[in-house]
């Protein structure tokens, strides 16, 4: 299906970093005003429903979407898959949700969506990310020995570059030519996530997991508003 509606029914609104967060949902857009959008969310977040709902929404707009051909990402999380249950069910007969959703409806175009879960695999230094706009690097990923690729990217990620956090997430729902896996980076600004060098070891992780694992799609994204 083409619209909103069915792409982001778990959405009404209400931090920052996916970093602590267990699970949620994903979302590839094309918006042609962004302007308009963000005062939806902003409305939406205001409203009696949104406040009473308690997932943390992340907006993220294109520095280069490379593969992802979509103009904004927008994440929304939650502390367990019951939490996005709940959220559904109060949404589903909320008329600030259905105002919503007759805006955007107009102004954006779905390109994928997905539900995250934590490996509970990164970089263990969130706390480096202090901009409230960072920027993330999105790397897709379709992994054939999960186990086998977490145990690598623990490796990797144990002696990463302190400017940049890294997270692993596990996908489901990404369809048989979709990812499994989705890795971000998240860091301060562009030179410290686009300007490091490589971590010591990743010719090592990269000979180790080239049977593994392929790369789907990259994107960079700046993250502009937050929810909470």
């Given at each position: 299906?083409?619209?909103?509606?069915?792409?982001?029914?778990?959405?009404?609104?209400?931090?920052?970093?996916?970093?602590?967060?267990?699970?949620?949902?994903?979302?590839?857009?094309?918006?042609?005003?962004?302007?308009?959008?963000?005062?939806?969310?902003?409305?939406?977040?205001?409203?009696?429903?949104?406040?009473?709902?308690?997932?943390?929404?992340?907006?993220r707009?294109?520095?280069?979407?490379?593969?992802?051909?979509?103009?904004?990402?927008i994440?929304?999380?939650?502390?367990?898959?019951?939490?996005?249950?709940?959220?559904?069910?109060r949404?589903?007969?909320?008329?600030?949700?259905?105002?919503?959703?007759?805006?955007?409806?107009?102004?954006?175009?779905?390109?994928?969506?997905?539900?995250?879960?934590?490996?509970?695999?990164?970089?263990?230094?969130?706390?480096?990310?202090?901009?409230?706009?960072?920027?993330?690097?999105?790397?897709?990923?379709?992994?054939?020995?999960?186990?086998?690729?977490?145990?690598?990217?623990?490796?990797?990620?144990?002696?990463?570059?302190?400017?940049?956090?890294?997270?692993?997430?596990?996908?489901?729902?990404?369809?048989?030519?979709?990812?499994?896996?989705?890795?971000?980076?998240?860091?301060?600004?562009?030179?410290?996530?686009?300007?490091?060098?490589?971590?010591?070891?990743?010719?090592?992780f990269?000979?180790?997991?080239?049977?593994?694992?392929?790369?789907l799609?990259?994107?960079?994204?700046?993250?502009?508003?937050?929810?909470?």
């Amino acid at each position: 299906m083409n619209r909103l509606t069915t792409l982001i029914g778990t959405l009404i609104f209400l931090p920052f970093q996916i970093a602590n967060a267990q699970v949620g949902q994903a979302f590839e857009l094309n918006v042609t005003n962004p302007l308009t959008f963000i005062q939806a969310m902003d409305n939406l977040n205001a409203s009696a429903s949104g406040q009473a709902n308690n997932p943390q929404v992340f907006l993220r707009a294109s520095v280069a979407n490379g593969e992802m051909e979509s103009t904004h990402n927008i994440a929304v999380v939650y502390d367990s898959f019951s939490s996005m249950d709940v959220n559904r069910t109060r949404n589903s007969t909320s008329q600030d949700w259905a105002n919503f959703l007759s805006i955007v409806n107009d102004i954006s175009t779905p390109v994928a969506e997905y539900v995250f879960s934590s490996t509970g695999i990164d970089s263990g230094n969130a706390s480096v990310v202090t901009s409230a706009n960072p920027y993330i690097l999105f790397i897709q990923l379709q992994v054939a020995d999960p186990m086998a690729y977490a145990e690598a990217s623990r490796t990797l990620m144990s002696s990463g570059n302190n400017n940049i956090y890294a997270h692993l997430y596990q996908i489901r729902g990404g369809g048989p030519n979709g990812p499994s896996h989705v890795l971000t980076q998240t860091a301060n600004s562009l030179d410290d996530l686009l300007g490091a060098s490589p971590n010591p070891g990743f010719d090592e992780f990269l000979e180790e997991v080239s049977g593994i694992r392929t790369v789907l799609g990259t994107g960079v994204y700046q993250q502009i508003m937050a929810w909470e």
